[in-house]
Nanobody, 124 residues
Framework: QVDLVESGGGLVQAGGSLRLACAAS????????MGWFRQAPGKERECVAA????????YYADSVKGRFTISKDNAKNTVYLQMNDLKPEDTAVYFC?????????????????WGQGTQVTVSS
């Protein structure tokens, strides 16, 4: 069992930055691939970024490439999402997820554990 707790969400103006963090319990964090997903009202959940178990391989949705950066600190059992140049369309609840498979993947059905989510609101 892995428990995931997100933090760092909030209200920010367009063009601003936020850094989300996801702290994971358990001693096997280093063996998990991780992902950040988001869900806006009335929309499907989408993967914005994912990272492999080693941290060497990443995936980004086209909508966030060049603006968001995912990183993984296995020593701290934490995965981060640095979000720069935020836009109103980035407004959503952001979820952290973990999977036993090692590679980076945008497929939600491959993830075994999910956090409760943190709200990100970007004002224009």
């Amino acid at each position: 069992q892995v428990d995931l707790v997100e933090s760092g969400g909030g209200l920010v103006q367009a063009g601003g930055s936020l850094r989300l963090a996801c702290a994971a319990s358990g001693r096997t964090f280093s063996t998990y691939g991780m992902g950040w997903f988001r869900q806006a009202p009335g929309k499907e959940r989408e993967c914005v970024a994912a990272i492999s178990q080693s941290g060497l391989s990443t995936y980004y949705a086209d909508s966030v490439k060049g603006r968001f950066t995912i990183s993984k600190d296995n020593a701290k059992n934490t995965v981060y999402l640095q979000m720069n140049d935020l836009k109103p369309e980035d407004t959503a609840v952001y979820f952290c997820a973990a999977k036993r498979k090692l590679y980076a993947s945008p497929r939600a059905d491959e993830y075994d554990y999910w956090g409760q989510g943190t709200q990100v609101t970007v004002s224009s």
